[in-house]
């Protein structure tokens, strides 16, 4: 079992529809990262969290630290969201950072 | 501008001819580290560094070394590269450990 799982692997939705992307994790964290990656493959940190919820703009990441499980929420979506979102946890010791295998999201107009 | 900057993008080269990624920020980062990306498999720690002249293992070290000689650099050398070293790698680096992070723009190395 691996130490970070997403769901769903592959996402499609139509244009102005609420996504939510989950992601649990097995192992004790310090924080936990929303990352997202575009097809020309850079990677760009939306959110760092160890509790509660953060919000921007569109976007909303929630993480209940009792029941190891993070959910990323994109209102309105947009085609432009269309990408790989990724959940990445660091563990407790700080120095290693573990990602779960990402969440390919398609949002058709 | 704060950036990670990796080179080169592209890489081309065969097996066993020694090769280095660069990677330097500009933000006086503590934290530096290496990443390997490969379908179905994702993203892999290689090393890290917590600061200058400290580096550990990572995930998936074999076949890999790192310096860091100086707080903004912190370049991966593949001292005799194998095909199966073909992936997609990112540096990424942070203030320190529990900050956020900023990665590179990635390094395609192909190795025939």
């Known amino acids: 079992k691996n130490e970070v799982e997403q769901s769903p692997q592959n996402l499609t939705a139509q244009e102005g529809e609420f996504i939510t992307i989950n992601c649990s994790y097995s192992?004790?964290?310090?924080?936990l990262h929303w990352l997202q990656q575009h097809p020309g493959g850079g990677i760009v940190s939306l959110f760092m969290l160890s509790s509660g919820k953060k919000k921007h703009g569109r976007l909303i990441a929630t993480i209940n630290i009792q029941e190891k499980h993070s959910s990323l929420h994109i209102t309105a979506s947009h085609p432009r969201d269309s990408a790989v979102y990724i959940c990445?946890?660091?563990?407790?010791?700080?120095?290693?950072?573990?990602f779960g295998e990402g969440t390919q999201l398609t949002v058709n107009p | 501008e704060a950036q990670v900057t990796q080179n080169p993008r592209y890489l081309i080269t065969v097996t066993g001819k020694k090769l280095t990624v660069t990677c330097s920020q500009n933000?006086?980062?503590?934290?530096m580290s290496w990443y390997r990306q490969d379908p179905g498999l994702g993203l892999r720690q290689i090393y890290y560094s917590m600061n200058v002249e400290v580096t550990d293992k990572g995930d998936v070290p074999e076949g890999y070394k790192v310096s860091r000689k100086e707080k903004r650099n912190f370049p991966l050398i593949l001292e005799s590269p194998s095909p199966n070293q073909t992936s997609l790698y990112f540096c990424?680096?942070?203030?320190?450990?529990?900050?956020?992070?900023?990665f590179g723009s990635g390094t395609r190395l192909t190795v025939v």
């Open positions: 192992v004790g964290i310090s924080a």
């Open positions: 990445a946890v660091g563990e407790t010791s700080g120095s290693r950072l573990t």
């Open positions: 990424a680096s942070s203030f320190r450990t529990g900050y956020d992070y900023t």
């Open positions: 933000m006086n980062h503590e934290y």
